[in-house]
């Protein structure tokens, strides 16, 4: 089987990134540009114990998407504990809602947002009382 297991989200400025997914979700990152030959961060996203991937930010090689543009990639989600908690962080560090939040009924919310860099990405929460 082919399972997922790393992530690159492409971005404009490292700094802005780094700081806007560290700030969001507490992530860790690791300098990995002498391997990459490029500006690369391994991102670390959580305990090595829990069920999820590590990634990393890489410098975009070409134009970012346009504005109000459909999605034509892939788009990350991460779980989060609190989706209201999660989304003042995301706007307070520059991010944007892309799709406001919405139930999934019975199983969790789930939103999406457009970070410093203009990539779309969704945060969920599990809860079996959304509706």
């Known amino acids: ?15 802005r990134a780094k700081t806007f997914y560290g700030e969001v979700f507490g992530w860790k990152f690791e300098d990995w540009s002498d391997y990459a030959g490029m500006p690369y961060f391994g991102a670390v996203t959580g305990d090595e114990n829990e069920l999820g991937i590590n990634g990393a ?7 970012p998407p346009g504005a109000n543009q459909p999605l034509n990639g892939y788009a990350c ?10 989304e003042q962080k995301i706007m307070a560090s520059g991010g944007k809602v892309a799709m406001p939040k919405y139930a999934l ?3 969790a919310w789930q939103g999406y947002f457009v970070d410093t860099e203009g990539n779309i990405f969704g945060i969920h929460q599990p809860d079996e009382n959304a509706k």
């Open 1 to 15: 089987m082919g399972r997922l297991i790393h992530f690159e989200i492409h971005v404009d400025d490292m700094e």
């Open 57 to 63: 930010l890489m410098q975009r090689q070409s134009p």
């Open 77 to 86: 989600t991460m779980g989060v504990e609190d989706y209201d908690t999660t």
């Open 105 to 107: 009924p019975g199983m």
